[in-house]
């Protein structure tokens, strides 16, 4: 069979579409039928993932035999792209071993399909847009394929071709007739290709998921060490850490208690549908751009020398961006995010022993820009930096790098900002190196005894910096003691705090 005519080449596709004035996006990706990969010949992956692939090969068997459109095709001729692939028989009620056998190997390679749309093997980026499947009856009497029926895996692959849903028309299955180059005198097998639909019904059967077929195996390589410090390699700008060698003290004592805590928590980040697998997979480099699972251990790290700094790290929610974290469960139940609001900021009035302005938002006072992420970036920068000039080249580089210098615009910026909360600007005493390593140390310090007042409440906590992540029936609870143990450290300073919730 030759190439089918009104398949274009990308490349030609992109050339018309910039003579028009158009240049496609690199993200927006046209289905290329040559690129696909042949049917995986054999199922790998976890226990866990095994056993949802079994589930849901019953589940859709049954799916399929109770959908109108499948069963009005029984008895009748299967004509996909021209060609007659013979009858569509009526399916039984209760499948045979090797109908479900070949929905898990269908299922199988479609979920890593779906799960790497784009992978970087060898050094090149390779897209997959279709499995290879086999048809011919020849084809199973190969090594690859021959544990699988044919019969068997023909009939449900054809069902899936006709199976549709009342709120959509298009069949859940795409099917591409083979593909024969001329010029190379290759013949390439029948693909097909899953629907959105396909994708997201996968996607809540827990079938697609990042590093598929395996979840990820995460070591941590410096052990148990509840303690490390950080370096910066001079050579290379490589961040290098290192177990910090010390007994733990005062707040740090919380650390084994509520690493056994987190270690059994039941936690899970379920996707709703196969939109937001693709919202965090990053196209160019062909991974997700977070993974969904990884260690639950948290290490408290200090910058260069002990005492500097001192964040908690370790927990994977604390790599996800927050649109994932709003949609994690703990026990099933969804959970509620509380953040203390303008934290820095109210932590350099606390430090001076300075009334808060009595506004409700720091970063939008009188007479500051609308832009509020403008503020945000004075503040960060300022603490980071010694000194106003050293601080000032800092936001003329960030500025230049988003494309938006423009005349003495950091310096408008910086004034206004350090206007409104001139009495607590870090650059009026001279100082070794930024600020910002007394404000971590003092935060974390802060974070350290709130896990632990909540773990008196049998409340496990995920802290992600100045945030907790808990059961959403936890959230009054955890905003008492945040409030608390805040006071504790800051006497007189007032502080809000954010609740972020998820479901009912």
Known sequence: MQDDPFELDEHRVVELAKRVGSDPSQHVR???????????????????????????????????????????????????????????????????????????????????????????????????????????????????????????????????????????????????????????????????????????????????????????????????????????????????????????????????????????????????????????????????????????????????????????????????????RRGLLIKGKPVAELDFRNMQLVLLYGLSKVPVPDVEDLYAMPGMPRDRDDMKMVLTLSVGNPTRDETLGAIRKRLHDEGRAGPDKAERLYNTFWACHEAVSPHQKHARDGVWAVLQNLDSRIALRILAKLLDQEITAIPVHDSFIVERRHAETTERMMKEVFAGYCPGTSVHVNVTSKGA
């Open 30 to 324: 046209m289905q290329d039928v040559r690129s696909s990969f042949p049917l995986l010949p054999k199922i790998q992956g976890t226990k866990g993932y095994r056993t949802k692939l079994s589930r849901a090969a019953e589940t859709l068997y049954r799916m399929i035999h109770t959908n109108d459109h499948v069963t009005a095709n029984f008895g009748k001729k299967v004509i996909l792209r021209g060609k007659d692939h013979g009858v569509l028989p009526t399916l039984p009620k209760r499948p045979k071993p090797a109908h479900l056998f070949a929905l898990e190997m269908l299922l199988h390679s479609l979920a890593n399909l779906a799960s790497w749309p784009t992978k970087m093997e060898g050094g090149q980026l390779l897209r997959r847009d279709y499995v290879a499947i086999p048809l011919d009856h020849n084809q199973f009497s190969k090594d690859s394929y021959k544990h699988l029926s044919g019969t068997a895996f023909r009939h449900m692959v054809y069902a899936l071709t006709v199976y549709t849903e009342e709120v959509n028309p298009h069949p859940w299955l795409e099917y591409r007739s083979s593909h024969y180059n001329q010029k190379t005198g290759e013949r390439k097998q029948s693909r097909v290709r899953p629907a959105t639909s396909f994708c997201n019904w996968m996607t809540s059967q827990g079938l697609i998921f990042g590093n598929h077929p395996f979840a990820r195996s995460v070591r941590n390589k410096l052990g148990e060490a509840l303690l490390r410090v950080s370096f910066e390699n001079p050579t290379t700008g490589e961040i290098i850490a290192t177990p910090l060698n010390r007994p733990l003290q005062d707040e740090e004592l919380v650390l084994p208690l509520i690493n056994d805590a987190l270690a059994g928590q039941a936690l899970s980040r379920p996707l709703n549908s196969y939109k937001e697998f693709t919202d965090n997979f990053d196209f160019d480099r062909g991974t997700p751009k977070a993974m969904l699972c990884g260690s639950k251990r948290l290490y408290r790290q200090f910058a260069g020398a002990d005492g500097r700094g001192g964040r908690l790290y370790g927990h994977w929610v604390q790599n996800i961006p927050g649109w994932l």
